[in-house]
């Protein structure tokens, strides 16, 4: 099973940018479509972005589409996720996610998880 480890997260004020990696190991990252999910204390975890196992295909929430963008580089082994003009209700923990088949945006559909990074946006 593949291993994820998210960094990048941080404190950054209203309608700046941060960019999240996401570094696999232990698979071959290329079969895995990936995605990036948030979640706020007392909330479920959300779907926020989703790309193909070739990259070719990516899929966003409503919320950031427009804002953020999610590339991946399979020769590095690595997601990314850029947020600009980032938004107080974008504060939350950010994890990143992998399954071995098409990407989806069912949260229950992915067998393999970050340890997720907090993101901080102040007002």
């Known amino acids: 099973q593949v291993r994820l480890v998210e960094s990048g997260g941080g404190l950054v004020q209203a309608g700046g940018s941060l960019r999240l990696s996401c570094a696999a190991s232990?698979?071959?990252?290329?079969?895995?479509?990936m995605g990036w999910f948030r979640q706020v204390s007392g909330k479920e975890r959300e779907f926020v972005a989703g790309?193909?196992?070739?990259?070719?295909?990516?899929d966003y929430a409503d919320s950031v589409k427009g804002r953020f963008t999610i590339p991946r580089d399979n020769a590095k082994n690595t997601v990314y996720l850029q947020m600009n003009t980032l938004k107080p209700e974008d504060m939350a923990v950010y994890y990143c996610?992998?399954?071995?088949?098409?990407?989806?945006?069912?949260?229950?559909?992915?067998?393999?998880w970050g340890q997720g990074t907090q993101v901080t946006v102040s007002s």
């Open positions: 996610a992998a399954r071995l088949e098409s990407y989806t945006r069912d949260v229950s559909q992915f067998g393999s």
């Open positions: 232990g698979g071959t990252f290329s079969s895995y479509a």
């Open positions: 790309i193909s196992r070739n990259g070719r295909s990516t």
